[in-house]
């Protein structure tokens, strides 16, 4: 076996052997067809660390048969630098991948950008930053910008399974790996592939005659499962407590079920669940917490655990106390219930599209009156389908400052209608 880790003996070694990104390396998509056409662009792929950013790079090198070299921007020097771009004049066509391309300093951009400017160098920047606001903007007029996104469970999934058969790249012995042990594996590395090759090599190599049990991978992540069963009850067991006692502003059970979660590992699915709590439970009674929860989700992710449990902690505590409203939920619902009971009716005349050649003389946007004209902004005319003229859909809770406001304007409106 190699003495190079699992993770760098199966990184891809074309664009088909790549794992996931679908949506950039997918049949017909951007960078497929970029590669497919010979017609190559550098390039940055910003996202979490373990997805695939230095493995997209080496395997289009290894499509496009290119030289390819990497360079680091905090430790390798501005001579590695030149020491590559004098490689380049003699090898056609060179793919640089410059990892942490965030951290690169104005020396080593300088002496960069003209390079970009010839082609010489085909540039693959790769960065866990969002490169729209840490990279400079020179470099990125130059560059097409991709975000890369955490691998799916059945991603990761295939990836090992693939570790498993490859007895040249992967492990040239027969592994056996109890469904629990995979299913663990895949469902707490929150879609950091890098991670799960780790984990699955460090098992294999610790575990008795090469069967991978549940607790071996316990072991060889630092984590238990406690959240995790075969089937995925008890995780989402977890998840659905979790919600209903941030439902029920319990603030001590919030953090005990959080708590459990966190120990799981499973950060994506804890983000999912406490984004959609944001809007469905506390909702126009505080709209603040939905920016909160975004904002604290996205410290959690670029953070990675253990630390990610910290912005966590602060923004389950702020959900299960904050108030709550599911009023704009049970609205948005019995407007689905009215379209799945009348279907699609015809949008009143006045308010249709006349923005074309004829529109007026089909009667379109005719009588339409502006809101912004009349005072207060706002004018009295029909807005919903004749058959829906008495629809109510939303009935505030008046459970906070920004709800109460929204009720005080319908109830003006519903006066102005009355009168």
């Known amino acids: 076996m190699s003495q190079q880790n699992l993770a760098r003996r199966m990184r891809p070694r074309n664009i088909d052997e790549i794992i996931g990104q679908s949506h950039l390396v997918g049949e017909g998509k951007i960078i ?3 590669v497919e056409t010979q017609l190559l662009t550098s390039m940055i792929l910003y ?30 020097t501005k001579k590695r630098l030149q020491e590559i771009a004098a490689e380049a004049e003699f090898s056609g066509q060179l793919v640089l991948l410059l990892d942490e391309i965030h951290r690169l300093d104005k020396p080593k951009q300088d002496f960069l950008l003209p390079l970009l400017e010839n082609g010489q160098i085909i540039l693959i920047g ?13 470099i990125r007029s130059r560059v097409q910008i ?24 992967g492990f040239n012995l027969e592994v056996k790996l109890d469904e629990e042990a995979l299913y663990f594996l895949v469902h707490s590395t929150n879609g950091d592939l890098r991670a799960v090759y780790n984990a699955l090599e460090l098992a294999v190599l610790s575990s008795k005659n090469n069967h991978v049990t ?13 959240t995790f069963d075969k089937d995925g009850d008890a995780h989402y067991d977890l998840l659905s407590a979790l919600q209903k006692s941030i439902r029920g502003s319990d603030v001590n059970a919030s953090l005990h079920y959080a708590a459990r979660l966190v120990e799981g590992g499973d950060l994506q699915s804890l983000a999912r669940r406490l984004t959609v709590m944001a809007y469905e439970d506390i909702g126009l009674a505080n709209p603040d917490a939905a920016l909160h929860t975004v904002l604290a989700l996205q410290a959690a992710e670029k953070l990675g655990f253990p630390e990610a449990r910290i912005p966590i902690a602060n923004i389950v505590i702020d959900l299960a106390l904050s108030p709550k409203s599911n009023a704009a939920y049970v609205a948005m619902d019995e407007a689905l219930a009215d379209l799945g009971k009348y279907g699609n009716l015809p949008v009143p005349a006045h308010l249709q599209d006349g923005h074309y050649a004829g529109a007026k003389d089909l009667g379109r946007s005719v009588d339409y ?51």
């Open 32 to 34: 497929r067809r970029m």
């Open 126 to 138: 790769a960065t866990t930053e969002n490169p729209y606001f840490s990279v400079v903007p020179a």
């Open 214 to 226: 549940l607790d071996d991978m316990e072991n060889s992540l630092q984590r238990r499962a406690t």
């Open 146 to 169: 991709f975000e890369l996104k955490p691998l799916e469970a059945e991603d990761l999934e295939k990836a090992v399974n693939l570790a498993l058969q490859d007895k040249e790249r």
């Open 369 to 419: 009156q502006y809101a912004h004209n009349f005072p207060n902004h706002w004018v009295n005319q029909q807005y919903l389908p004749d058959k829906l003229l008495d629809a109510d859909y939303f009935r505030p809770d008046d459970m906070g400052k920004y709800e109460k406001a929204l009720h005080l304007r319908k109830q003006w409106i519903d006066e102005q209608k009355n009168d």
């Open 47 to 76: 996202g979490p660390p373990g997805i695939g950013k230095t493995s997209i790079a080496s395997a289009i090198a290894g499509t496009m048969n290119a030289a390819f070299r990497t360079f680091n921007a905090t430790t390798d």
